[in-house]
């Protein structure tokens, strides 16, 4: 096998935060899920599985799969359509995706944080995507959905139709499939307002695992509550 190499850190402050388990991540677009992850469940890309696996210091500390960033506010939810026209950036996301992309999160052990178009204002199709996710989850990959992707580029400083949009967003994936009550977590994808939109929703404990960046001009990106 490879050589393992030890490293000391010394010096460190004695009031550090010990790092989780879960800490180790990896954001892979939709329009890349076909190339890294397959079209189907039979097909699902070993190879990942096995480079997902070479990443963890033991197999305890399995990671987290990102699936979004821009590109999931220019994916649509297709189930039965080909996804043979996608671009980069924009496409359609189909039962295969999905069925590999949890076939390697599966094999793996690594969690998924699922990516949701909030873009096209269509909470609906985002609650049928996280759906169908759910139903082949057999293992309980789905530890999130995020909610859009640096929102602040279509909704500009407009907080107030931000936070409505998301909140439209919550009720139907809760009414439709109870995600929150199935301990799915429900962020949003971005780190502005966060106060004002759990208390919107009424329930603080399902904004969690919260990304760290935000688009608006004269902000740092730092962690929410710093």
Not at 49 to 57: F, K, P, R, T
Not at 116 to 142: F, G, K, Q, V, W
Not at 193 to 210: D, N
Request: hydrophobic share 40%; aromatic share 8%.
């Amino acid at each position: 096998g490879l050589p393992v190499a030890t490293i000391a850190v010394t010096g460190c402050p004695n009031n550090g935060v010990q790092v989780p388990n879960d800490y180790l991540g990896l954001s892979i677009e939709w329009s890349m899920v076909p190339h890294w992850f397959g079209t189907s469940a039979a097909g699902a890309v070993q190879p990942t599985v096995n480079l997902l696996d070479s990443l963890e210091a033991s197999p305890d500390k399995a990671g987290v799969l990102r699936i979004g960033g821009n590109s999931q506010d220019l994916h649509l939810w297709r189930p039965d359509r080909p996804t043979t026209k996608n671009k980069l950036f924009e496409g359609v996301i189909d039962k295969g995706m999905v069925d590999a992309l949890f076939t390697v999160a599966e094999r793996s052990g690594w969690k998924v944080v699922l990516g949701l178009n909030l873009r096209d204002n269509n909470p609906a199709e985002a609650a049928a995507l996280t759906r169908y996710a759910m139903s082949i989850d057999h293992t309980h990959r789905l530890l999130a959905v995020e909610i859009g992707n640096e929102p602040t580029v279509y909704f500009g400083s407009d907080a107030t139709a931000y936070i409505a949009r998301v909140y439209s967003y919550v009720q139907a994936l809760d009414a439709r499939i109870r995600v929150i009550d199935r301990g799915v977590g429900i962020p949003a994808g971005t780190t502005t307002s966060y106060g004002a939109l759990a208390a919107t929703i009424g329930r603080p404990s399902a904004i969690r695992g919260r990304p760290c960046h935000w688009l608006e001009p004269g902000r740092r990106a730092v962690p929410p509550g710093d």
